[in-house]
């Protein structure tokens, strides 16, 4: 494979097909070399980006319709947009038609009042000395607006239209220059081309940092001068189909970079490496590096920040497509210890090297460990039997709220079965908790005479004796639908027996 890249180029995929993979497995070593060689070679596409590289967003409006208005509402910013050219031919265009108009006003008036052909007659008193012809006009009026002042050339006071002209030519020259040089102002220290002193990583890594997976990238500053206030921030561009059957084509999620712990706010003096990890709320939880081969999406990472000399905002922006994402890579480290400074060497900046990485995503790393895990058989047997417990107690209300209201009495109080119930499931939960707790615990909770056996026998006792009364109160009949009435008159002295006799008799 390796020998066929360096033979056609990396702009070549090799192609195999189902019979083919399945003929080389049943062919020798030399005879798979052979056909491996013989496979078809197919140009790659080319893989379309919303970010370029250089930061540029590959993104066009088209059919706007009658909305071309809103450009003409908005000039200025139309005007600084512009490319380079577009400017120029603009500033020239607007200067020169300008020029030529105040030019041919101050003509006209010279026709008009006869100036042109009495210009030399020696008592006569033009309204612009010394204007001959157009040329000599053009030349006033640039003598005028530039304010050169040669003293030749000069409006006399026998001319008001002359005056009003001036005043005229004096405004509409001043918005002209505040308008066109201003553009150019703007134009000329935008903060784009300080954006490309702003290095960013060919490549972004995927490895291991802090025992977590982590996504991983590189920024750089190429200046001496800082970046103000700096800040990082990460789009990860992907389609995807809702519930509902709607298609998303450039779905936008963030991916986060240090927002909560505020280690997106960078102190960019020596390159930095932004970390993402990749966790249960990142989108690639579900990352493997065999799913990654399959997926298709973008990293678009925005780097925001003022410009210390010149105050103003400057923002860089780059994108990783899936496949200038390396799994278990690491970037080799660029800042070495000089006598008396720190010395950054960009030869390496994009450099990076091998490293051990499970090639698992997070969620089959977090299955897995659950699976090995020997503290999952005790949490489910405990839940099992509390629900067991439950539904006993639950099974036993429904019995004690059927049975008749006298044989609800002979329990002496209706809720007896339930706490009776409750209490030796605790006694039996906890019975069953002391063995997961230290020696001494045990010796201390297993000691005769303790506080909670001395409360379960008074319960006991305090509900066994209602229970007796209760039973010899009852007449014979009820006494044998009991059943349990005869084996308590057995334990009785002979007195006592006889006087509940009697007394029923």
């Not at 309204?127 to 000069?154: D, H, K, M, Q, W």
């Not at 700096?230 to 936008?252: V, W, Y």
């Not at 999952?376 to 019995?399: F, H, Q």
Request: glycine share 6%; net charge neutral; aromatic share 10%.
């Amino acid at each position: 494979m390796s020998a066929l890249r360096r033979k056609f180029g990396d702009d070549y995929q090799v192609v195999t097909t189902s019979s083919s993979s399945a003929g080389l497995q049943g062919q020798g070593p030399q005879q798979q070399q052979q056909q491996q060689q013989q496979q078809q070679l197919v140009p790659r596409k080319k893989r379309q980006r919303f970010v370029d590289k250089n930061g540029r967003c590959n993104v066009q409006h088209g059919n706007l319709g009658s909305e071309t208005s809103r450009y003409l509402s908005d000039l200025f910013t139309t005007l600084v947009d512009l490319k380079w050219r577009w400017n120029l031919f603009i500033f020239i265009l607007t200067y020169t038609v300008a020029w030529l108009f105040m030019a041919s006003m101050w003509w006209v008036i010279a026709y008009t009042r006869g100036d042109l052909n009495k210009a030399h007659v020696g008592n006569y008193t033009p309204c612009v000395a010394n204007v001959y012809n157009f040329p000599s006009a053009f030349l006033f009026f640039i003598e005028t607006e530039a304010t050169i002042g040669y003293g030749y050339r000069y409006i006399t006071d026998k001319c008001p239209e002359g005056i009003i002209l001036f005043l005229f030519q004096s405004i509409l020259g001043s918005i002209v220059d505040a308008f066109l040089i201003g553009c150019m102002f703007i134009k000329m220290s935008q903060p784009k081309k300080r954006a490309e002193t702003l290095m960013f990583s060919e490549h972004s890594v995927i490895s291991m940092r802090d025992g977590k997976l982590t996504l991983m990238f590189r920024v750089g500053n190429l200046r001496n001068s800082h970046m103000v206030s700096a800040q990082i921030r990460c789009k990860l561009l992907k389609s995807r189909q809702t519930p509902e059957g709607e298609f998303l084509p450039l779905d936008q999620l963030e991916l986060d970079v240090g927002f909560s712990t505020g280690a997106d706010q960078l102190f960019l003096v020596s390159p930095l490496t932004i970390c993402h990890v990749i966790d249960a709320k990142s989108p690639f939880y579900d990352l493997s590096q065999r799913s990654m081969q399959a997926e298709q999406f973008e990293i678009v990472v925005i780097l925001e920040g003022i410009v210390e000399t010149t105050g103003m905002t400057c923002q860089a922006r780059t994108s990783y497509t899936e496949d200038e994402v390396l799994w278990g890579h690491r970037f080799f480290p660029v800042i070495s210890l000089e006598e008396g400074f720190f010395k950054v060497d960009y030869s390496q900046f994009h450099a990076t090297f091998e490293v051990p990485t499970p090639p698992y995503s997070v969620k089959e790393q977090e299955e897995m460990l659950l699976m090995s895990s020997p503290l999952i058989a005790p949490a489910i047997t405990n839940t099992k039997e509390r629900n067991n417990s439950v539904e006993c107690l639950d099974g036993i209300d429904d019995i004690s709220t059927k049975l008749p209201s006298k044989l609800q009495k002979i329990t002496g109080r209706e809720d007896f079965p339930k706490k009776l119930l409750r209490m030796s499931s605790t006694t039996s939960e906890k019975a069953y908790s002391l063995g997961d707790l230290p020696m001494k615990l045990q010796r201390i909770s297993s000691v005769p005479g303790n506080s909670e056996e001395k409360l379960v026998s008074k319960t006991t006792k305090m509900l066994s004796d209602p229970m007796s009364q209760s039973v010899a109160d009852l007449p014979p009949k009820l006494q044998k639908m009991s059943g349990g009435a005869a084996r308590m008159e057995g334990n009785l002295p002979a007195k006592l027996r006889k006087m509940n006799s009697d007394r029923f008799t």
